[in-house]
Protein backbone atom coordinates (compact mmCIF):
# COMPACT_ATOMS: atom_id res chain seq x y z
CA UNK A 1 0.00 0.00 0.00
CA UNK A 2 1.10 3.38 -1.00
CA UNK A 3 2.01 5.95 1.96
CA UNK A 4 -0.62 8.62 0.29
CA UNK A 5 -3.40 5.54 0.17
CA UNK A 6 -3.12 4.81 3.78
CA UNK A 7 -3.48 8.87 4.74
CA UNK A 8 -5.89 8.71 2.49
CA UNK A 9 -8.22 5.80 3.71
CA UNK A 10 -7.66 6.93 7.26
CA UNK A 11 -8.74 10.53 6.49
CA UNK A 12 -11.72 9.06 4.66
CA UNK A 13 -12.76 7.25 7.82
CA UNK A 14 -12.64 9.91 10.02
CA UNK A 15 -14.69 12.06 7.79
CA UNK A 16 -17.43 9.09 7.34
CA UNK A 17 -17.20 8.11 11.03
CA UNK A 18 -20.64 9.43 12.66
CA UNK A 19 -18.49 10.60 15.86
CA UNK A 20 -16.97 13.51 13.85
CA UNK A 21 -18.32 16.50 14.13
CA UNK A 22 -17.51 19.78 12.15
CA UNK A 23 -18.84 22.44 14.02
CA UNK A 24 -20.82 24.99 11.68
CA UNK A 25 -19.23 28.31 11.34
CA UNK A 26 -22.07 31.38 11.76
CA UNK A 27 -24.24 32.20 8.72
CA UNK A 28 -22.49 29.10 6.68
CA UNK A 29 -24.69 29.63 4.06
CA UNK A 30 -23.00 32.81 3.64
CA UNK A 31 -19.28 31.61 3.23
CA UNK A 32 -17.35 30.50 0.71
CA UNK A 33 -15.99 26.68 1.27
CA UNK A 34 -12.87 25.67 0.01
CA UNK A 35 -11.33 22.43 -0.52
CA UNK A 36 -7.62 20.90 -1.67
CA UNK A 37 -8.03 17.42 -2.40
CA UNK A 38 -5.95 14.95 -1.00
CA UNK A 39 -5.63 12.06 -4.45
CA UNK A 40 -5.70 15.04 -6.97
CA UNK A 41 -3.45 17.91 -5.31
CA UNK A 42 -5.77 20.06 -6.93
CA UNK A 43 -7.58 23.42 -5.02
CA UNK A 44 -11.70 23.27 -5.36
CA UNK A 45 -13.03 27.00 -4.75
CA UNK A 46 -16.20 28.93 -4.23
CA UNK A 47 -18.42 26.17 -2.79
CA UNK A 48 -21.51 26.72 -0.97
CA UNK A 49 -23.67 24.44 1.99
CA UNK A 50 -26.72 25.69 2.95
CA UNK A 51 -26.05 23.21 5.92
CA UNK A 52 -23.36 21.30 8.15
CA UNK A 53 -24.52 17.94 6.96
CA UNK A 54 -24.09 18.75 3.34
CA UNK A 55 -20.88 19.31 4.14
CA UNK A 56 -19.72 16.86 5.90
CA UNK A 57 -21.45 14.47 3.35
CA UNK A 58 -19.45 16.59 0.72
CA UNK A 59 -15.86 15.58 2.79
CA UNK A 60 -16.60 11.83 3.65
CA UNK A 61 -17.06 11.56 -0.98
CA UNK A 62 -14.25 13.76 -1.76
CA UNK A 63 -11.98 13.22 0.92
CA UNK A 64 -10.14 16.71 1.15
CA UNK A 65 -6.70 16.69 2.64
CA UNK A 66 -7.18 20.42 3.81
CA UNK A 67 -10.78 22.12 4.34
CA UNK A 68 -11.14 26.13 4.58
CA UNK A 69 -13.64 28.31 4.87
CA UNK A 70 -14.14 32.17 3.94
CA UNK A 71 -13.49 34.66 6.89
CA UNK A 72 -15.76 36.75 4.57
CA UNK A 73 -19.68 36.54 4.50
CA UNK A 74 -21.00 37.04 0.92
CA UNK A 75 -24.78 37.41 -1.17
CA UNK A 76 -23.41 34.94 -3.31
CA UNK A 77 -20.44 32.95 -1.91
CA UNK A 78 -20.62 30.65 -4.96
CA UNK A 79 -20.03 33.24 -7.49
CA UNK A 80 -16.54 34.48 -8.64
CA UNK A 81 -14.25 37.32 -6.47
CA UNK A 82 -16.00 40.07 -7.86
CA UNK A 83 -19.19 39.08 -8.17
CA UNK A 84 -19.83 37.71 -4.49
CA UNK A 85 -21.20 40.66 -2.91
CA UNK A 86 -19.06 40.84 0.02
CA UNK A 87 -21.09 41.71 2.82
CA UNK A 88 -18.31 41.71 5.97
CA UNK A 89 -15.97 39.50 7.32
CA UNK A 90 -14.34 38.21 10.92
CA UNK A 91 -11.25 39.63 12.48
CA UNK A 92 -9.44 36.65 12.25
CA UNK A 93 -5.68 36.43 13.42
CA UNK A 94 -2.86 33.72 12.67
CA UNK A 95 -0.29 32.79 14.78
CA UNK A 96 2.50 30.29 13.19
CA UNK A 97 5.98 29.14 14.62
CA UNK A 98 6.94 30.53 10.54
CA UNK A 99 7.15 34.08 11.66
CA UNK A 100 8.33 33.60 15.35
CA UNK A 101 12.15 33.59 15.54
CA UNK A 102 12.87 30.49 18.06
CA UNK A 103 16.20 28.67 18.69
CA UNK A 104 14.90 25.39 18.17
CA UNK A 105 13.97 26.26 14.43
CA UNK A 106 17.21 26.54 13.51
CA UNK A 107 17.67 22.56 14.33
CA UNK A 108 14.24 21.24 12.56
CA UNK A 109 13.72 23.58 10.30
CA UNK A 110 15.12 23.69 6.89
CA UNK A 111 14.30 25.63 3.18
CA UNK A 112 15.86 25.29 -0.21
CA UNK A 113 14.94 28.05 -2.85
CA UNK A 114 12.19 26.66 -5.57
CA UNK A 115 14.42 27.75 -8.24
CA UNK A 116 15.92 24.58 -9.31
CA UNK A 117 19.31 26.67 -11.17
CA UNK A 118 19.75 27.71 -7.90
CA UNK A 119 18.71 25.48 -5.42
CA UNK A 120 20.70 27.59 -2.24
CA UNK A 121 19.52 26.41 1.17
CA UNK A 122 19.16 27.02 4.71
CA UNK A 123 18.07 26.19 8.25
CA UNK A 124 15.54 28.27 10.40
CA UNK A 125 13.13 30.87 9.42
CA UNK A 126 12.40 30.83 5.11
CA UNK A 127 13.69 34.30 4.11
CA UNK A 128 11.46 36.11 2.05
CA UNK A 129 13.68 36.02 -0.76
CA UNK A 130 16.68 33.48 -1.45
CA UNK A 131 19.75 35.35 -0.79
CA UNK A 132 21.06 34.01 -3.91
CA UNK A 133 19.02 34.55 -6.64
CA UNK A 134 15.55 36.69 -4.51
CA UNK A 135 13.47 33.85 -5.90
CA UNK A 136 10.22 33.90 -3.49
CA UNK A 137 9.28 30.15 -4.06
CA UNK A 138 11.12 27.87 -1.25
CA UNK A 139 10.40 23.96 -0.69
CA UNK A 140 10.05 23.60 3.07
CA UNK A 141 11.00 20.99 6.10
CA UNK A 142 9.45 22.19 9.01
CA UNK A 143 8.26 20.67 12.59
CA UNK A 144 5.61 21.33 14.43
CA UNK A 145 7.58 21.17 18.22
CA UNK A 146 6.99 21.43 21.54
CA UNK A 147 9.04 24.50 22.06
CA UNK A 148 7.58 26.23 18.61
CA UNK A 149 4.10 25.91 19.89
CA UNK A 150 4.55 26.76 23.26
CA UNK A 151 6.17 30.35 21.87
CA UNK A 152 2.90 30.04 19.16
CA UNK A 153 0.65 30.17 22.66
CA UNK A 154 3.06 32.85 24.21
CA UNK A 155 1.77 35.20 21.56
CA UNK A 156 -1.51 34.12 21.09
CA UNK A 157 -1.73 35.25 25.08
CA UNK A 158 -0.16 38.62 23.88
CA UNK A 159 -2.25 39.18 21.72
CA UNK A 160 -5.43 38.06 23.26
CA UNK A 161 -4.96 40.39 25.94
CA UNK A 162 -4.58 42.97 24.32
CA UNK A 163 -7.94 42.25 21.98
CA UNK A 164 -9.70 42.53 25.58
CA UNK A 165 -7.97 44.77 27.33
CA UNK A 166 -7.58 47.44 24.77
CA UNK A 167 -9.69 47.18 21.90
CA UNK A 168 -12.33 46.01 24.21
CA UNK A 169 -13.85 42.92 22.73
CA UNK A 170 -15.36 40.34 25.79
CA UNK A 171 -14.29 36.48 25.57
CA UNK A 172 -17.95 35.76 24.25
CA UNK A 173 -16.81 37.46 20.96
CA UNK A 174 -13.35 35.66 20.80
CA UNK A 175 -12.60 31.82 20.03
CA UNK A 176 -9.23 30.63 20.08
CA UNK A 177 -7.67 27.32 17.99
CA UNK A 178 -5.18 25.60 17.63
CA UNK A 179 -4.91 25.45 13.47
CA UNK A 180 -3.72 21.71 13.33
CA UNK A 181 0.27 22.37 12.37
CA UNK A 182 2.20 25.17 14.28
CA UNK A 183 0.29 27.58 15.35
CA UNK A 184 -3.27 29.14 16.81
CA UNK A 185 -5.73 30.93 14.92
CA UNK A 186 -7.94 33.75 16.77
CA UNK A 187 -11.33 34.60 15.46
CA UNK A 188 -13.05 38.19 16.46
CA UNK A 189 -16.92 38.10 15.51
CA UNK A 190 -19.14 41.06 16.35
CA UNK A 191 -20.70 43.18 14.04
CA UNK A 192 -18.51 46.31 14.73
CA UNK A 193 -15.15 45.03 13.20
CA UNK A 194 -17.33 42.76 10.17
CA UNK A 195 -17.30 45.97 8.08
CA UNK A 196 -13.70 46.84 8.85
CA UNK A 197 -11.86 47.12 5.59
CA UNK A 198 -8.06 46.44 4.45
CA UNK A 199 -7.00 49.68 5.80
CA UNK A 200 -8.55 49.65 9.39
CA UNK A 201 -7.54 46.47 9.87
CA UNK A 202 -3.93 47.10 8.98
CA UNK A 203 -4.18 49.42 11.76
CA UNK A 204 -5.24 46.96 13.95
CA UNK A 205 -1.97 44.61 12.64
CA UNK A 206 0.36 48.06 13.31
CA UNK A 207 -1.38 48.68 16.84
CA UNK A 208 -0.34 44.38 17.80
CA UNK A 209 3.18 44.67 16.40
CA UNK A 210 3.35 47.88 18.22
CA UNK A 211 4.41 49.79 14.75
CA UNK A 212 4.44 53.39 14.69
CA UNK A 213 4.86 53.62 18.12
CA UNK A 214 7.93 56.15 18.83
CA UNK A 215 9.91 56.26 21.74
CA UNK A 216 11.34 59.23 22.21
CA UNK A 217 12.76 61.37 24.47
CA UNK A 218 12.65 64.81 22.68
CA UNK A 219 14.84 66.26 20.28
CA UNK A 220 16.15 68.79 22.63
CA UNK A 221 20.08 69.22 22.85
CA UNK A 222 21.61 70.61 26.56
CA UNK A 223 21.49 69.11 29.76
CA UNK A 224 18.94 71.35 31.28
CA UNK A 225 16.22 70.95 28.20
CA UNK A 226 16.84 67.31 28.05
CA UNK A 227 16.05 67.02 31.92
CA UNK A 228 12.55 69.01 31.01
CA UNK A 229 11.77 66.72 28.07
CA UNK A 230 12.85 63.61 30.40
CA UNK A 231 11.32 64.53 33.18
CA UNK A 232 7.93 65.24 31.85
CA UNK A 233 7.13 62.10 30.52
CA UNK A 234 5.52 59.26 32.81
CA UNK A 235 3.65 56.18 31.15
CA UNK A 236 0.38 56.09 32.27
CA UNK A 237 -1.81 52.57 32.92
CA UNK A 238 -3.62 52.07 29.24
CA UNK A 239 -2.41 50.93 26.33
CA UNK A 240 0.61 50.38 25.03
CA UNK A 241 1.83 52.90 28.15
CA UNK A 242 1.07 50.11 30.49
CA UNK A 243 2.55 47.44 28.26
CA UNK A 244 6.32 49.67 28.32
CA UNK A 245 5.54 50.09 31.63
CA UNK A 246 4.67 46.57 33.18
CA UNK A 247 7.34 45.33 30.22
CA UNK A 248 10.16 47.30 31.60
CA UNK A 249 9.45 46.18 34.98
CA UNK A 250 10.08 42.66 34.35
CA UNK A 251 12.57 43.27 32.09
CA UNK A 252 14.96 45.31 34.22
CA UNK A 253 13.73 42.88 37.34
CA UNK A 254 15.14 39.50 35.63
CA UNK A 255 17.57 41.33 33.39
CA UNK A 256 21.11 39.86 33.87
CA UNK A 257 24.19 41.44 31.77
CA UNK A 258 23.41 39.16 28.61
CA UNK A 259 19.82 39.86 28.57
CA UNK A 260 21.07 43.73 28.29
CA UNK A 261 23.32 43.10 25.63
CA UNK A 262 20.38 41.69 23.29
CA UNK A 263 18.75 44.77 24.07
CA UNK A 264 21.65 47.12 22.60
CA UNK A 265 22.30 48.63 26.03
CA UNK A 266 26.18 49.75 25.61
CA UNK A 267 28.89 51.33 27.66
CA UNK A 268 28.39 51.21 31.45
CA UNK A 269 24.76 51.55 31.55
CA UNK A 270 24.48 47.70 31.95
CA UNK A 271 26.36 47.53 35.19
CA UNK A 272 24.58 50.82 36.79
CA UNK A 273 21.35 48.60 35.63
CA UNK A 274 22.20 45.42 37.45
CA UNK A 275 23.66 47.18 40.44
CA UNK A 276 20.70 49.71 40.57
CA UNK A 277 17.78 47.64 39.69
CA UNK A 278 15.17 48.75 42.83
CA UNK A 279 15.91 52.14 42.18
CA UNK A 280 15.48 52.38 39.00
CA UNK A 281 12.60 50.37 38.93
CA UNK A 282 11.45 53.17 41.62
CA UNK A 283 12.45 56.38 40.00
CA UNK A 284 12.68 56.28 36.49
CA UNK A 285 10.04 53.57 35.79
CA UNK A 286 7.37 53.83 38.14
CA UNK A 287 7.98 58.48 38.91
CA UNK A 288 8.74 58.98 34.79
CA UNK A 289 12.24 60.18 36.42
CA UNK A 290 14.23 58.78 33.55
CA UNK A 291 17.47 60.75 33.55
CA UNK A 292 17.44 60.03 37.95
CA UNK A 293 20.30 57.07 37.62
CA UNK A 294 23.34 58.22 36.99
CA UNK A 295 25.25 56.52 34.02
CA UNK A 296 21.37 55.61 32.55
CA UNK A 297 20.26 57.91 29.98
CA UNK A 298 17.64 58.26 27.32
CA UNK A 299 19.29 56.53 25.08
CA UNK A 300 19.51 53.38 27.22
CA UNK A 301 15.74 54.15 27.60
CA UNK A 302 15.13 54.29 24.23
CA UNK A 303 17.11 51.16 23.53
CA UNK A 304 15.34 49.38 26.39
CA UNK A 305 12.04 50.54 25.67
CA UNK A 306 12.43 49.28 21.49
CA UNK A 307 13.34 45.79 22.88
CA UNK A 308 10.49 45.68 25.57
CA UNK A 309 8.28 46.68 22.51
CA UNK A 310 9.47 43.87 20.29
CA UNK A 311 8.93 41.63 23.67
CA UNK A 312 5.34 42.89 24.45
CA UNK A 313 3.95 43.09 20.81
CA UNK A 314 2.25 39.36 19.21
CA UNK A 315 4.02 37.85 16.01
CA UNK A 316 0.46 37.60 13.85
CA UNK A 317 0.94 36.82 10.70
CA UNK A 318 0.12 40.68 8.87
CA UNK A 319 -1.83 39.28 5.73
CA UNK A 320 -3.93 36.65 7.34
CA UNK A 321 -5.39 39.85 9.14
CA UNK A 322 -5.73 42.34 6.43
CA UNK A 323 -7.36 40.10 3.58
CA UNK A 324 -10.82 40.36 3.91
CA UNK A 325 -11.65 37.76 1.63
CA UNK A 326 -9.41 35.47 3.46
CA UNK A 327 -9.78 31.58 3.48
CA UNK A 328 -9.28 29.85 6.84
CA UNK A 329 -9.18 26.35 7.75
CA UNK A 330 -12.19 25.21 9.03
CA UNK A 331 -12.73 24.46 12.63
CA UNK A 332 -13.26 20.41 13.15
CA UNK A 333 -11.06 19.44 9.86
CA UNK A 334 -7.47 17.78 9.43
CA UNK A 335 -5.08 19.42 8.48
CA UNK A 336 -3.50 18.12 5.50
CA UNK A 337 0.56 18.00 6.89
CA UNK A 338 0.06 16.48 9.79
CA UNK A 339 -3.55 14.37 10.40
CA UNK A 340 -4.02 16.64 13.81
CA UNK A 341 -7.16 18.67 14.20
CA UNK A 342 -7.79 22.11 13.62
CA UNK A 343 -9.45 22.75 17.75
CA UNK A 344 -11.28 25.52 19.36
CA UNK A 345 -10.76 25.60 23.05
CA UNK A 346 -11.89 27.98 25.60
CA UNK A 347 -9.97 30.97 25.95
CA UNK A 348 -9.11 30.59 29.44
CA UNK A 349 -7.93 27.28 29.07
CA UNK A 350 -4.75 28.42 26.88
CA UNK A 351 -2.29 27.97 29.38
CA UNK A 352 -3.47 24.31 29.97
CA UNK A 353 -4.39 23.35 26.33
CA UNK A 354 -2.16 20.79 24.63
CA UNK A 355 -2.37 20.58 21.07
CA UNK A 356 -1.03 17.14 20.70
CA UNK A 357 -3.36 15.37 23.05
CA UNK A 358 -6.28 17.43 22.37
CA UNK A 359 -6.15 17.37 18.41
CA UNK A 360 -5.48 13.84 17.67
CA UNK A 361 -8.08 12.55 15.36
CA UNK A 362 -6.61 9.37 15.12
CA UNK A 363 -6.73 6.79 18.02
CA UNK A 364 -7.00 3.65 16.29
CA UNK A 365 -4.67 1.21 14.89
CA UNK A 366 -0.90 0.92 14.50
CA UNK A 367 1.47 0.72 11.39
CA UNK A 368 4.51 0.06 10.30
CA UNK A 369 6.61 3.02 9.08
CA UNK A 370 10.20 3.39 7.02
CA UNK A 371 11.33 7.06 9.19
CA UNK A 372 13.92 8.52 7.60
CA UNK A 373 14.38 11.14 9.73
CA UNK A 374 12.63 12.58 12.51
CA UNK A 375 13.34 14.33 16.05
CA UNK A 376 11.92 13.36 19.25
CA UNK A 377 7.94 13.88 19.72
CA UNK A 378 4.95 13.69 22.02
CA UNK A 379 1.76 12.55 20.73
CA UNK A 380 -1.52 11.50 22.22
CA UNK A 381 0.87 11.15 25.84
CA UNK A 382 3.49 9.18 24.28
CA UNK A 383 7.04 9.87 23.60
CA UNK A 384 8.31 8.77 20.02
CA UNK A 385 11.57 8.88 18.28
CA UNK A 386 13.79 10.58 17.72
CA UNK A 387 14.28 8.12 14.31
CA UNK A 388 17.04 8.05 11.45
CA UNK A 389 16.65 5.26 9.01
CA UNK A 390 14.52 2.74 10.82
CA UNK A 391 11.59 1.04 10.36
CA UNK A 392 8.99 0.71 13.61
CA UNK A 393 5.94 0.28 14.28
CA UNK A 394 3.98 2.92 15.12
CA UNK A 395 0.02 4.38 16.53
CA UNK A 396 -1.69 5.78 13.71
CA UNK A 397 -1.97 9.26 14.44
CA UNK A 398 2.01 9.36 14.68
CA UNK A 399 2.48 6.99 11.39
CA UNK A 400 0.01 9.97 9.67
CA UNK A 401 2.26 12.62 11.04
CA UNK A 402 5.56 11.85 10.00
CA UNK A 403 4.10 10.40 6.32
CA UNK A 404 2.44 13.65 6.53
CA UNK A 405 5.63 15.81 6.81
CA UNK A 406 7.49 13.80 4.38
CA UNK A 407 9.48 12.01 7.15
CA UNK A 408 8.23 8.48 6.77
CA UNK A 409 6.50 5.84 4.35
CA UNK A 410 4.46 2.90 5.08
CA UNK A 411 6.78 -0.33 5.28
CA UNK A 412 5.49 -2.89 2.82
ZN1 LIG B 1 17.66 30.99 -5.04
ZN1 LIG C 1 10.81 24.27 17.55
Known amino acids: MSSRDFVYERFSEFYSAPSTVIPS ?9 GFLLLKERIMLRHKVFARIRDLKLFLSETIPSDVYRSCAYYENPAAEMDKKGWLGADLVFDIDADHIPTSCSKIHDEWTCGNRECGFNGKGITPENCPICGGKKFDTKTWPCDLCLESAKNETAKLIDMLEKDFGFSSKEMSVFFSGHRGYHVHVENEAVKTLDTVARKEIVDYVFGLGLTVSGGKTKGKSRRRRA ?7 DFGWNKRLKLGLQNFILNATKEDLKTAGVKGKADNEILENKELILKRCVEDGRWDSVKGVGVGTWKKLAEHVKDLESSKIDTVVTTDTHRLIRMNGTLHGKTGLKKIEFPLGSLDDFD ?3 EAVAFKEGAVKVFVSDAPEFRLGGNVFGPYKRKTVELP ?7 ICKGRAEVAN
Do not use: D
Not at 230 to 236: D, I, M, V, Y
Not at 396 to 402: P, S
Open 25 to 33: PVSLGQREI
Open 230 to 236: ARGFSLH
Open 355 to 357: PFK
Open 396 to 402: TAAAVLL
